[in-house]
């Protein structure tokens, strides 16, 4: 199983980016997914998460900003980042809850990580 995130950039504050990640291997189900974050000299943060049947929760601080989607069909999740700002600058990861045909358990599986520069 390979969870692949993707869409980050350089961007200005105030602008939008919209960040993917897909989930590729012997899967058969996808539970819940997420997105993390880390900043530079700081720990890893939760930005939010989303169910299979698509209940969204977010931090304090990117709630109203940014949204969290998935299309179950693509096995991808979406996170649509809205007026930007240089303190969400970090390196954002998506993680997923996932059962596969040889594992009669779910599993935390990790993407690469895809680094969001904001500038003010």
């Known amino acids: 199983v390979q969870l692949q995130a993707s869409g980050g950039g350089l961007v200005q504050a105030g602008e939008s980016l919209r960040l993917s990640c897909a989930a590729s291997?012997?899967?058969?189900?996808?539970?819940?997914m997420g997105w993390y974050r880390q900043a530079p000299g700081k720990q890893r943060e939760l930005v939010g998460t989303?169910?299979?049947?698509?209940?969204?929760d977010y931090a304090d601080s990117v709630k109203s900003r940014f949204t969290i989607s998935r299309d179950n069909a693509k096995k991808t999740m979406y996170l649509q980042m809205n007026s930007l700002k240089p303190e969400d600058t970090a390196v954002y990861y998506c993680?997923?809850?996932?059962?596969?045909?040889?594992?009669?358990?779910?599993?935390?599986?990790w993407g690469q990580g895809t680094l969001v520069t904001v500038s003010s």
């Open positions: 291997g012997s899967i058969t189900v996808i539970n819940v």
């Open positions: 989303i169910t299979s049947g698509g209940g969204t």
């Open positions: 993680n997923a809850e996932i059962l596969t045909y040889d594992t009669p358990y779910y599993r935390t599986y």
